[in-house]
């Protein structure tokens, strides 16, 4: 008898203690994360000079802004390569989407040094110095893409609580309508982007758009995103929380590059059956490629992935035919504009 006590009160100490680590946690996840508020935004348009709806969208707002300006915050419409805009082209000289690594900010400036490196240098001293206190709080970066992505979003990180929170705003501001996040972390891919210069960079990637090319349907849905991304950043300085969420995104495992002879020529093409399908999945065995000569060549896999960016007119240069990507789950925590901050302001 007394060792049915004492096993019945070992139990019950032991459901006792489970519930209060079960309390202590939700307590913990559920405890607000001050954070300072966001006071100088940016909207980027014409990093590649021949994706229009950014650079439309920006000139108008640099003539007409009252549409993006918010209470309490300054909102900067900036064209960052004016030059690709001129001539309707992807980049001049190099991608400026991919100098913003530390070798190219801090490159010595020489007459031939490309001309977006030099870009880039101007819009660090700007908008940054990046992953400085003085860097911008926000920028949205905005692109076309001729993939069939519809209204998307691209996350750096996996931990800027804040982001998230403002694309979880932004996917039940646009629902039904899908709005997809693109995760870019990544251990060895590094795309050293255009607005990684602020302390949150947002990706806007809507399509499908042809190159120099400008369509009103594709321009009205990033118009949609940068007003609701704006919006959630004037409640958060004007002191609304937002209680813990959580986001599903497509997280970047890999570049899939197309079929090629030994002369590194393309050989075969994205199959029907892939095309306009992104975001959808794709299992072992589905088509992937077709061969001129009717070669059906097919994923071979051993789970289920996400592609994107399927058939980019811009990437047959980077070899690169889609992206692919497993689906996660991300949680932000519980956030609020600091109180200290907006006593200040």
Not at 26 to 40: A, Q, Y
Not at 246 to 254: H, P, R, S
Not at 282 to 304: H, M, Q, R, S
Request: hydrophobic share 35%; aromatic share 10%.
């Amino acid at each position: 008898f007394f060792f049915e006590i004492k096993a019945l009160l070992y139990h019950y100490f032991l459901f006792c203690f489970q519930q209060f680590l079960e309390l202590l946690k939700s307590m913990t996840s559920s405890s607000v994360v001050d954070k300072p508020p966001v006071r100088r935004v940016a909207i980027f348009g014409g990093t590649h000079g021949n994706e229009l709806s950014g650079v439309f969208l920006v000139k108008h707002w640099q003539e007409n802004g009252a549409e993006i300006q918010r209470t309490g915050m300054e909102v900067k419409p900036f064209l960052t390569n004016p030059r690709a805009v001129k001539e309707c082209t992807r980049y001049i000289d190099c991608d400026l989407n991919r100098v913003f690594d530390p070798d190219n900010l801090g490159r010595t400036v020489v007459e031939d040094i490309p001309y977006e490196v030099r870009r880039a240098q101007e819009i660090n001293h700007i908008f940054g110095p990046k992953g400085s206190d003085d860097a911008y709080d926000l920028i949205f970066d905005l692109h076309n893409t001729t993939s069939n992505m519809g209204g998307s979003l691209i996350l750096e990180n996996s931990r800027d609580d804040f982001t998230i929170q403002m694309f979880h705003y932004i996917k039940n501001a646009l629902a039904p309508e899908r709005c997809p996040v693109l995760l870019i972390e990544h251990p060895s891919l590094k795309y050293a982007t255009t607005r990684s210069v602020a302390k949150h960079p947002v990706g806007v990637e809507v399509g499908p758009q042809p190159q120099g090319v400008v369509r009103a349907d594709i321009l009205d849905k990033m118009r949609k995103i940068v007003k609701h991304g704006l919006d959630f950043v004037q409640l958060f300085n004007e002191g609304r929380e937002f209680p813990p969420c959580t986001i599903e995104v497509f997280k970047i495992m890999e570049k899939v590059d197309y079929p090629r002879n030994k002369n590194d020529e393309v050989i075969a093409i994205i199959h029907p059956k892939l095309q306009d399908q992104d975001w959808q999945p794709l299992n072992n065995g589905d088509p992937l490629f077709l061969t001129l000569d009717g070669e059906v060549i097919a994923y071979k896999g051993d789970c289920t992935v996400y592609p994107t960016f399927i058939n980019e007119a811009a990437y047959y240069e980077k070899k690169q035919a889609f992206i692919k990507t497993v689906k996660v789950k991300l949680t932000a925590k519980h956030i609020k504009s600091s109180i200290l901050d907006q006593n200040i302001s």
